[in-house]
């Protein structure tokens, strides 16, 4: 372990204080949260603007070094420290993936269904379908198999489970149908929007819509139990 190489070299991380030592293996400089005012969170946003307007290539490079130019008591020293408020603010990067560079160059509009509504998208199955099947068959762990598994799959897909993939997202779209009438007849009556400000200095989901999220993963998971209830 290289701690331990390094006290027998020179004592380079502390021998008797286990906080020194702790904090020296971990990367940690041992110095307070810095917490920036508004002032400063304006000043990070209106300079990232500015090289955007300057059409130069936003990095964390230069917008701390133009912070630093701009005040040079600037709380933030680092680029490490930057990142972390500029993540906390919003200013994620946005990644491009291949298909959207494919559809752009032949003028086709993609139709993405978010993430956690996947079990809308009849294509789910059979791609889960298609992994399961090289994962079973990938003993060598070549690319030349995997692209003949690919082909032996797709090959052995047939109209009648291509309709079965469809008959199990229609069973999912059926079951958030019932959910959501199930919250606009029974829940939403009986909530007061009054009660659901939050006093505090963040913002939090109001509990309308905290109990439609129970409501949409109860009956996600068996929604024949509100079709039985609504027969009593």
């Known amino acids: 372990m290289e701690f331990v190489a390094s006290d027998k070299n020179g004592n380079e991380i502390p021998l008797y204080s286990t906080t020194e030592r702790l904090m020296t293996m971990l990367g940690h400089s041992g110095r307070k949260k810095v917490v920036l005012s508004e002032l400063c969170e304006d000043t990070m946003c209106v300079e990232f603007h500015k090289i955007l307007e300057e059409k130069q290539y936003p990095t964390l490079e230069k917008l701390l070094a133009r912070l630093l130019k701009t005040n040079e008591d600037f709380a933030l020293k680092s680029v490490t420290s930057l990142w972390r408020v500029m993540k906390r603010l919003g200013f994620t990067h946005k990644r491009t993936s291949k298909a959207d560079l494919?559809?752009?160059a032949f003028d086709v509009k993609l139709v993405k269904?978010?993430?956690?509504?996947?079990?809308?998208?009849?294509?789910?199955?059979?791609?889960?379908?298609?992994?399961?099947?090289?994962?079973?068959?990938?003993?060598?762990?070549?690319?030349?198999?995997?692209?003949?598994?690919?082909?032996?799959?797709?090959?052995?897909v047939g109209p009648e489970l291509c309709q079965s993939y469809f008959?199990?997202?229609?069973?999912?779209?059926?079951?958030?149908?019932?959910?959501?009438?199930?919250?606009?007849?029974?829940?939403d009556p009986d909530l007061d929007e009054d009660t659901d400000k939050y006093r505090g200095s963040l913002a939090r989901p109001s509990q309308k819509l905290l109990r439609k999220q129970q409501a949409l993963l109860y009956f996600e998971k068996d929604s024949n139990k509100y079709r039985s209830s609504s027969i009593h």
């Open 102 to 104: 494919c559809a752009r």
């Open 113 to 156: 269904i978010p993430v956690r509504h996947c079990v809308l998208n009849p294509v789910e199955p059979g791609w889960a379908g298609l992994k399961h099947y090289i994962r079973e068959n990938n003993t060598r762990f070549r690319l030349n198999d995997i692209h003949k598994f690919i082909l032996e799959y797709l090959s052995a």
């Open 167 to 187: 008959r199990h997202a229609r069973k999912a779209e059926e079951s958030f149908k019932v959910a959501d009438n199930y919250v606009e007849q029974h829940i």
